[in-house]
């Protein structure tokens, strides 16, 4: 492997092991908080997902949109004021960030990733070029970087950072209306703006060493000859540090997916399928509990991520106070007291292998492996079936009367011809039972 070609780096153990991040968009666009909860990405019309955008942390570009409710209501209940208004507005008075990464890490999460500049072209830190558009120099005046690298790394989890290269709005501030906006019109590709966000992005790995560079929507034309000495620098700085795949094709230690979007990237080696708690990463304060996870379809969207070998990166969208949104904590409370009992059989496991067991069809059935055991994960097992469940395996792959239940109930289990059958009480509940059998 030549110095600048990284096809056949070592991916670090500490990412797949770690199966588990949370994500953090918080910025200006957290003061109007406002989307309409349209649907997930890839379930919604592309032809009207811009006008009627769920990410509230697409708020400028939405209220740009003629005709769209965002319109309205940034010119009804904001007075069309100039976005960056919202930048002053945004005070973070209640900010602690010690109180977020201690719920981030009881969920269990290993690692955080924080947005440092967002589409919106505002910097979460005193980013070079940006004169008073970051948030040391107006609204919460604070390196929010710095203070949430501080306590991420002081309870022993990995900090990434979020950097928006593709879009910068302060750029390039045509509205993207469509899709194909995406690729040209909207985003700024001229060498100015490629040096601009290159030396940013230099800055953050030499402030804040990352162990995640989380690039989104690609990077400028004029600026791709860079990346190689970036990421050489990059690596060179944090050895085990880890780049995501959305630098325009430039290179990749991980695939990503986005809530239903490129999923296709989900069969890689290494991928992390990202997505909100709700609808949207940004706050938005037009969800309702009908929009968000709840902790078991929280836990059951992890189980299946680290099922089939990827890691999951659940988004939070704070409020611009600086607190964490009750029904978001809600649910990553939901996630911890799981965890509390099951991490065992999510962090540093592997797919149980292919063909090894199905997990199509009812009832909900997901597995893992470590070394020694198979954990097979139930869930939502038909009242019929609640304390009886049939898993079908591959003959001789597991033995039965190792049969253990991570919350201590008692099980019993059998070999049948398709596979195990398992005995126990109350297997069908919303959140995962978890068994564990020693592999033969
Ligand atoms: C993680 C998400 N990525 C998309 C681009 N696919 C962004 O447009 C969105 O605002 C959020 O940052």
Wanted: net charge negative.
């Amino acid at each position: 492997m030549g110095d600048l070609d990284f096809r056949g780096r070592q991916m670090p153990a500490w990412f797949p092991d770690a199966k588990f991040g949370v994500f953090v968009h918080w910025g200006a666009y957290s003061v109007p908080a406002w989307a309409e909860p349209t649907g997930e990405l890839g379930a919604v019309d592309p032809e009207v997902w811009f006008a009627h955008n769920p990410y509230a942390e697409w708020y400028w570009n939405t209220s740009q949109i003629e005709g769209s409710p965002a319109h309205e209501h940034h010119r009804t209940v904001h007075g069309g004021l100039p976005y960056d208004t919202f930048l002053d507005a945004w005070k973070a008075e209640l900010f602690d960030p010690a109180e977020w990464i201690d719920v981030f890490a009881r969920a269990g999460a290993r690692y955080v990733v924080v947005t440092t500049k967002h589409h919106d072209g505002i910097a979460l830190w005193d980013a070079p070029g940006t004169g008073t558009r970051n948030t040391v120099r107006r609204g919460p005046h604070r390196d929010l970087v710095a203070d949430l690298a501080a306590a991420v790394r002081a309870r022993g989890l990995r900090f990434g950072v979020y950097y928006s290269g593709g879009l910068d709005w302060h750029a390039g501030r045509r509205a993207v209306i469509r899709h194909e906006d995406l690729i040209d019109e909207c985003r700024p590709h001229d060498a100015a703006y490629a040096a601009y966000a290159l030396r940013q992005v230099r800055d953050l790995i030499d402030r804040y060493r990352p162990d995640v560079l989380w690039n989104d929507i690609g990077w400028p034309d004029a600026g791709m000859a860079d990346l190689p000495d970036l990421f050489a620098h990059y690596y060179a700085t944090v050895p085990d540090g880890v780049v995501n795949d959305r630098w325009d094709g430039a290179h990749a230690d991980y695939l990503t997916s986005e809530y239903q979007a490129n999923r296709q990237n989900e069969t890689a080696a290494h991928w992390e399928q990202c997505r909100g708690i709700g609808l949207s990463f940004g706050y938005n304060r037009n969800e309702g509990p009908e929009h968000l996870l709840d902790p078991a379809g929280a836990v059951r969207q992890l189980v299946d991520v680290a099922s089939r070998g990827g890691n999951l990166l659940l988004n939070v969208g704070p409020k611009a106070d600086g607190t964490l949104p009750g029904e978001q904590r809600t649910v990553l409370e939901g996630i911890a007291s799981w965890m509390a009992g099951h991490g065992g059989a999510v962090y540093a496991t592997r797919p149980l292998g292919p063909g090894a067991a199905p997990s199509d069809g009812a009832p909900w059935i997901r597995w893992t492996r470590d070394d020694r055991h198979a954990f097979a994960f139930l869930a939502d097992v038909p009242d019929s079936a609640r304390d009886q469940v049939v898993l079908k395996t591959r003959p001789g792959l597991l033995d039965p009367a190792t049969a253990v239940r991570l919350d201590d109930l008692p099980v019993r289990a059998d070999a049948v011809p398709d596979g195990i059958l398992a005995t126990s009480v109350a297997l069908g509940t919303p959140l995962p039972t978890v068994l564990r059998f020693a592999l033969l």
